[in-house]
């Protein structure tokens, strides 16, 4: 019989994740082009190694992969280093730990802004839970479109958000290079991994306290 943590898919998804950096399992893009499901793509490789039944979304949908005998999703956001690494841009949706009556986690991996070749490591990861980002679960995120623009009122104007919201690199000291869970209080980490500090509210009490957890194998 399974152990009760390991039921949470935060954990387990996050050790294969953690795994596989130790075991340089390396990024595929097709292309240089190829700035976004590069990661996505390194993501559900370890996804599919947890044997959980997954659906992955479409472009611009949130979360990028959701569960389906659990109520948990996964955004993974894939960061450039050096480069951006305190903000990130969120085209579809902002970050929120409850959406649409799921768990969500966001999933933050750094690699190699100019690599030798299309093959990579990744360089380190987050995985946080997404109330860390933003707590607040009442906004609705919504796009309006305006017709009857223009001369002739053939025009339509396509008003579509974007936000930008800090990463977890931005908002913690000491995770660069490492790998690292940050999820809620009452979250045990299990065996496999070993509990770092304890985080209070953060950024003027904006931000739930949580536990930061790092893999225990190095």
């Known amino acids: 019989m399974r152990e009760w943590w390991q039921m949470m898919t935060c954990v387990e998804i ?52 959701r569960l389906v005998e659990h109520t948990d999703g996964y ?35 750094r690699y190699p802004a100019q690599p030798d070749g299309n093959r990579y490591s990744l360089l380190d990861l987050v995985t946080c839970h997404g109330d860390f980002l933003n707590a607040d679960h009442e906004y609705v995120h919504g796009n309006k479109s305006i017709k009857g623009f223009g001369s002739y009122g053939d025009i339509m104007v396509r008003d579509r958000k974007m936000y930008v919201a800090p990463t977890p690199f931005g908002l913690l000291n000491g995770v660069a290079h490492q790998r690292t869970l940050v999820v809620p209080e009452t979250t045990s980490p299990g065996r496999r991994m070993r509990s770092g500090r304890r985080l209070g509210q953060n950024r003027g009490g904006s931000h739930p306290g949580g536990i930061l957890v790092r893999s225990e194998k190095q």
């Open 14 to 65: 996050f050790r294969r994740c953690a795994e596989a950096t130790i075991q340089h399992k390396l990024i595929a893009r097709e292309s240089a082009r190829d700035k976004e499901f590069h990661s996505q793509n390194w993501f559900e490789s370890r996804l599919a190694e947890t044997h959980l039944k997954y659906e992955r979304g479409g472009r611009n949908s949130y979360p990028d992969f």
């Open 75 to 109: 955004e993974v956001k894939g960061l450039a280093y050096p480069g951006r690494e305190v903000t990130y841009d969120c085209n579809s949706q902002a970050p929120s730990g409850y959406h649409n009556g799921r768990t969500v986690y966001h999933v933050f991996g």
